[in-house]
């Protein structure tokens, strides 16, 4: 596939500051790589690295970090022309191959090919959100980034995941490194560009929100004690013989092996065993019914 362009984005962690709200048109410069522009939230720089890589940097402070990227290996890009113009309320950054448009009232930003065409478009009035967060006792950011995709998009990268999925549009995929996960924050779409995310942190792909269980106290199993679920575990895919009862607090569980173990995940201990349930029962074929209550934490719901 031939990529109209390649485009970076890398978001700058920096210092806490206060957001305001943007009024008016916001102020811009050109420099001798690009253009900067003042944003309610920070600043942000429009590098151009070449005829079609532009980089994309926002900062919620007024300087940008020089910390060594650990992901783009190449430090130094040649001296490329561009020029830019403001029209229609928009600033206007043009290489020879593509057309990167900033508005300067929204700070939305858009890129198009040679010919005009959209490539890729921030969502209108909530593509970039920047929260104050604190890890660890450090001060640093909680970070979103949308854009508008069209359903007939296809969407290809991100590494290799364990979902059986070829198109991620519309996928859900949690960007976190495991033995049979690999993570690479780079996808390349059937339109033509590409974005490189240059960030190391655990981030989300598509719907962002980390699933919450249901407090144990809330479950209450078939006896109506609470602290959990009463779990039947059945030899066979259509519940044929009951082989073991338990009490389950959290049904979130990982099938590698057999069933729900006392430890299942991959580890490098050496004298680490598969501790499955029930020897009666044939990892390939069997049932799991669960009965109790669960109280709402809402009247009525």
């Known amino acids: 596939m031939h990529f109209k362009f390649l485009y970076i984005f890398f978001l700058t962690m920096l210092t806490l500051g206060l957001f305001t709200s943007c009024s008016g048109k916001l102020d811009h410069k050109t420099i001798h790589d690009g253009v900067v522009v003042d944003l309610p939230e920070g600043k942000m720089k429009l590098k151009v690295c070449r005829n079609d890589i532009i980089r994309v940097m926002i900062s919620p402070a007024d300087t940008f970090s020089t910390r060594e990227s650990l992901m783009v290996v190449k430090d130094a890009w040649p001296e490329t022309a561009f020029n830019t113009e403001v029209k229609d309320g928009k600033l206007l950054l043009h290489t020879q191959k593509i057309t990167a448009s900033v ?28 929260d104050p967060l604190k890890i660890n006792g450090e001060e640093t950011f909680s970070i979103r980034q949308q854009w508008k995709s069209e359903e007939d998009e296809f969407i290809h990268g991100l590494g290799h995941h364990q979902n059986g999925e070829f198109n991620l549009n519309g996928v859900d995929i949690d960007l976190w490194q495991e ?15 590409g974005i490189l995310w240059d960030n190391y942190s655990h981030s989300k792909w598509g719907f962002p929100v980390t699933p919450r269980y249901i407090d144990p106290l809330q479950l209450y199993d078939a006896e109506g004690q609470a602290g959990g679920l009463t779990g039947h575990y059945f030899d066979g895919a259509g519940f044929d013989e009951l082989k073991t009862t338990r009490r389950d607090s959290i049904i979130n569980f990982d099938f590698k092996t057999f069933g729900p173990q006392a430890d299942n995940s991959f580890t490098t201990d050496p004298d680490w065993k598969s501790q499955p349930l029930n020897d009666e029962i044939d990892p390939s074929r069997y049932s799991v019914r669960w ?11």
Request: net charge negative; hydrophobic share 35%; charged share 20%.
């Open 103 to 130: 508005d300067l009232t929204t700070a939305q930003l858009i890129f198009y090919d040679k010919q005009g065409n959209e490539i890729l478009a921030e969502r209108e009035g909530g593509g970039r959100q920047i």
């Open 179 to 193: 033995n049979w996960n690999v993570v690479v924050p780079f996808f390349a779409s059937s339109k033509g560009y």
């Open 291 to 301: 009965e109790g209550q669960v109280k709402s934490l809402h009247e009525g719901v």
